[in-house]
T-cell receptor, first 114, second 109 residues
Framework: NAGVTQTPKFQVLKTGQSMTLQCAQD?????MSWYRQDPGMGLRLIHY???????DQGEVPNGYNVSRSTTEDFPLRLLSAAPSQTSVYFC?????????????FGSGTRLTVV | AQRVTQPEKLLSVFKGAPVELKCNYS??????LFWYVQYSRQRLQLLLR??SRESIKGFTADLNKGETSFHLKKPFAQEEDSAMYYC???????????FGKGTTLSVSS
């Protein structure tokens, strides 16, 4: 049981490049989320999903796309990277039902856009 | 509006001193609240859930609905407690967490 796995751990992009941050979980969790973590801002929700085929926007969705074709995977796509997207990105998941179990987090992807 | 406020960016204490990390929330109804801890450049780990009323690593947190608070407390801080602490609220739809901006706890000897 690996939990929530994020790849890559580190990435440097040039402005305008696109890339996909991968997130996979092996706990059969229906709920998954993407957050970005910036100094002094805490964690802000980018997109979330409540099951395969169902996604929705969070607080800061601009510049990012998501899809959820399987329960296990929830990739985050940067369409045209900008320096403002330099951040640490975390993926998280939880089972359905009440939220008492909290979310399990991945180890993060540290992205730098130059 | 659903919101979590952590008023302190940084809390510095000496080893053995009591610790209280403040968290206030705004929510209609019965909130589901959590404390997460992040050690240096690592993933967030669930520390406490208000519903379970547990004590983890000596930390406790009590939900006070009258004051809309969920402060994290520990009677005697240890150096290994130094970390970033986030208070989080499950949103009304139950679909995601809303985080405060975090408090860095620094424990020195």
């Amino acid at each position: 049981n690996a939990g929530v796995t994020q790849t890559p751990k580190f990435q440097v992009l040039k402005t305008g490049q696109s890339m996909t941050l991968q997130c996979a979980q092996d706990m059969n969790h229906e709920y998954m989320s993407w957050y970005r973590q910036d100094p002094g801002m805490g964690l802000r929700l980018i997109h979330y999903s409540v099951g395969a085929g169902i996604t929705d926007q969070g607080e800061v969705p601009n510049g990012y796309n998501v899809s959820r074709s399987t329960t296990e995977d929830f990739p985050l796509r940067l369409l045209s990277a900008a320096p403002s997207q330099t951040s640490v990105y975390f993926c998280a998941s939880r089972p359905t039902g009440t939220g008492i179990y909290g979310y399990t987090f991945g180890s993060g992807t540290r992205l730098t856009v130059v | 509006a659903q919101r979590v406020t952590q008023p302190e960016k940084l809390l510095s204490v000496f080893k053995g001193a009591p610790v209280e990390l403040k968290c206030n929330y705004s929510y209609s109804g019965s909130p589901e609240l959590f404390w997460y801890v992040q050690y240096s450049r690592q993933r967030l780990q669930l520390l406490l859930r208000h519903i379970s009323r547990e004590s983890i690593k000596g930390f406790t947190a009590d939900l006070n609905k009258g004051e809309t608070s969920f402060h994290l407390k520990k009677p005697f801080a240890q150096e290994e407690d130094s970390a970033m602490y986030y208070c989080a609220l499950l949103n009304q739809a139950g679909t995601a967490l809303i985080f405060g901006k975090g408090t860095t706890l620094s424990v020195s000897s």
